[in-house]
């Protein structure tokens, strides 16, 4: 898996459009770093757009919808994670 995909990537890589992308950029799910003037998303973002994909088609909940689920389930197995 590559570290970081360019927007055209990482709308390959989770089959969704480069709009939907900035829609999710625009309501804070995804934050893009920038290298040399150009947008980079990590690779664990784009695991968490495609783990979102997937919950949104088999759920058959809007993408926004199926993120915020992803984002919810990643953070309280971070927090699992922490030591006490």
Avoid: C
Wanted: proline share 2%; hydrophobic share 40%.
């Amino acid at each position: 898996m590559a570290d970081y995909y360019n927007l055209q990537q990482l709308s390959q890589r989770a089959k969704v459009s480069e709009s939907e992308i900035r829609q999710l950029q625009e309501a804070g799910f995804l934050s893009p770093i920038t290298k040399n003037g150009r947008l980079f998303f990590s690779s664990q973002q784009a695991f968490r757009l495609q783990t979102a994909v997937r919950w949104a088609s088999r759920e058959h909940l809007a993408l926004k919808d199926a993120f915020t689920k992803v984002e919810e389930q990643w953070l309280a197995a971070k927090q699992e994670q922490q030591p006490q």
